[in-house]
T-cell receptor, first 114, second 110 residues
Framework: EAAVTQSPRNKVAVTGGKVTLSCNQT?????MYWYRQDTGHGLRLIHY???????EKGDIPDGYKASRPSQENFSLILELATPSQTSVYFC?????????????FGPGTRLTVL | QQKVQQSPESLIVPEGGMASLNCTSS?????YFWWYRQHSGKSPKMLM?????GEKEEGRFTVHLNKASLHTSLHIRDSQPSDSALYLC??????????FGDGTVLTVKP
């Protein structure tokens, strides 16, 4: 089964601070994704990547940057964290499109910005 | 921007009962629908996918799709307490990106 890991699993940050969330996948998937999930809601796409060196804006990219230095690693960066960015962040990986586009999710990172 | 609407927001069914969840996309370019299940405190896991008109059955789970109305539904028969979870529907326009709805919280009462 697909293996996606995230670090840290929990993070408390201060307003205005810089936060980096990391994601690693061992399945050699081309596509990787960052979502946030607020209490009782679905997943909203922040940034995604089709391969090493590429990043694309998702539906809610404001206040976030992404970096894909290798096939395995995808980072989400909050340069100036704000309390509105308190959420649970999920990384996912997948390959291909269409009928083969199943995404495999990491365990999530709970971020609290005070 | 594609929008995916799910209903109901929450649903309570007795153990052994039938649960029916609905999902509609506003984007006519959607070619695929995915259903994910997320237990409390866990990450989402793919449950079923469908991209052809009609019905697909896997064990106690059945998915229907009407492509003309961009409506899909998930039916769980003989519901078990372990089925209690957030059920997320996602539309896929064949770009590798999924747009998720807000989900339906299913509670199965013993």
């Amino acid at each position: 089964e697909a293996a996606v890991t995230q670090s840290p699993r929990n993070k408390v940050a201060v307003t205005g601070g810089k936060v980096t969330l990391s994601c690693n996948q061992t399945n050699n998937h081309n596509n990787m994704y960052w979502y946030r999930q607020d209490t009782g809601h679905g997943l909203r796409l922040i940034h995604y990547s089709y391969g090493a060196g590429s990043t694309e804006k998702g539906d809610i990219p404001d206040g976030y940057k992404a970096s894909r230095p290798s096939q395995e690693n995808f980072s989400l960066i909050l340069e100036l964290a704000t309390p509105s960015q308190t959420s649970v962040y999920f990384c996912a990986s997948g390959d291909a499109r269409g009928a083969l586009a199943e995404q495999f999710f990491g365990p999530g990172t709970r971020l609290t910005v005070l | 921007q594609q929008k995916v609407q799910q209903s109901p927001e929450s649903l309570i069914v007795p153990e052994g009962g039938m649960a029916s969840l609905n999902c509609t996309s506003s984007d006519r370019n959607v070619d695929y629908f995915w259903w994910y299940r997320q237990h409390s405190g866990k990450s989402p896991k793919m449950l079923m996918s469908i991209f052809s008109n009609g019905e697909k059955e896997e064990g106690r789970f059945t998915v229907h799709l009407n492509k003309a109305s961009l409506h899909t539904s998930l039916h769980i028969r003989d519901s078990q307490p372990s089925d209690s979870a957030l059920y997320l529907c996602a539309g896929d326009t064949n770009t590798g990106k999924l747009t998720f709805g807000d989900g339906t919280v299913l509670t199965v009462k013993p």
